[in-house]
């Protein structure tokens, strides 16, 4: 069994040589650990520095590409890298890496495919009483979107097995985190939350530059979740929203008629006839919209079979002689330190 600890980075090299020092060498259950530094577009000495630490591999994608891009460039090369398990932590040393050995273990005893680090948020000193608020708020949404029990989405440290990561894609750009807990859970991926402990912070996060740009970019997230993977409920909410000012303006009209005024107040029957139409409209986006999520599931799954099935023709071709103890030697399909 291999273990691939991967850690997107952008600009980490005063922290990374921490992040690393305290990485495990070897985790209970697993045969080979190695670490996988995903280099996205640093300008600073990222990467030479992660070689200098020690890590077994450096993905350099050329260009900053954002965090949820280096987070799904890293499943790929763990996946090409032959990881069973690929754990997923921060380049600034968030999270106290002595928890890969307990977020690992549902995975290892077949109760889950993904384990998610819960952070103690009550305890975080440095986490104010409304980003608690709001951590708790994505939290909420992205249960009742995924249907999982997952009660820290936002949080990076997490744990997949290679089955899930190969199912995996993320569509935006600023973070992975929400997205893919629920594309897990449309596609029936089981997921545990695990209780994890942070270290204290080591620079000013780089996602949330103020409160008011994070309730922004948080409140536009979760409308965008709900968007691409439960449309229909959120049109119909939508929809029914116009219809209703419209359903009201039609009784009222209904009123007047029956007290014999109705002559005077056709302007009610108009308004009500056209806002009653519009949702209607916007319901019916939201069934097309629907239509267009199942699609994205299908594609997703089919994604998933095919680099399966890359990764399968991966391992037939890079088996080399016999070592000495008889097994096949795998050869590696990233260098290490490229």
């Not at 495990?24 to 070689?51: K, M, N, Y």
């Not at 965090?67 to 690929?86: K, N, P, W």
């Not at 303006?249 to 009123?255: D, G, Q, S, T």
Request: glycine share 10%; net charge positive.
């Amino acid at each position: 069994m291999k273990l691939i600890i991967q850690i997107p980075c952008y600009n980490e090299a005063d922290q990374l040589a921490d992040t690393l020092a305290c990485l495990p060498r070897a985790v209970p259950g697993f045969d080979q650990v190695e670490w996988l530094v995903i280099d996205d577009g640093s300008i600073d000495a990222t990467a030479a520095v992660a070689r200098a630490a020690g890590a077994d591999h450096v993905l350099s994608l050329g260009h900053n590409r954002g965090l949820a891009q280096a987070f799904m460039a890293g499943l790929e090369a763990s996946l090409r890298l032959g990881a069973d398990v690929i754990v997923n932590t921060d380049g600034d040393n968030q999270y106290r890496a002595d928890g890969i050995a307990a977020l690992t273990a549902p995975i290892l005893a077949g109760q889950a495919q993904i384990a998610i680090g819960e952070r103690p948020i009550g305890r975080i000193a440095h986490f104010s009483p409304l980003k608690r608020r709001l951590q708790w708020l994505g939290s909420w949404v992205v249960r009742q979107a995924s249907g999982s029990t997952v009660r820290d989405a936002p949080s990076g440290f997490r744990a997949i097995h290679r089955d899930a990561a190969a199912q995996l894609y993320v569509f935006g750009k600023y973070t992975y985190t929400l997205e893919t807990i629920i594309q897990a859970g449309r596609l029936r991926v089981p997921m545990v939350s695990v209780p994890v402990e942070v270290n204290p912070p080591t620079r000013d996060s780089r996602l949330i530059r103020s409160v008011f740009g994070y309730i922004v970019k948080s409140s536009l997230t979760i409308l965008r979740i709900f968007a691409l993977y439960c449309p229909l409920r959120l049109f119909a909410i939508l929809g029914a929203i116009v219809a209703l000012p419209g359903i009201l303006a039609f009784l009222r009209f209904l009123v007047l008629l029956a007290m014999g005024e109705g002559d005077g107040n056709v302007q009610s029957l108009v308004i009500g006839a056209a806002l009653i139409a519009a949702g209607t409209v916007v319901a019916m986006g939201g069934l097309i919209a629907d239509l267009v999520a199942a699609n994205r599931v299908l594609l997703a799954e089919i994604r998933g079979r095919l680099l399966k099935r890359e990764l399968l023709d991966g391992d037939r071709s890079a088996v080399g002689p016999p070592r000495s103890g008889g097994r096949p030697a795998r050869r590696e399909l990233l260098e290490a330190g490229e």
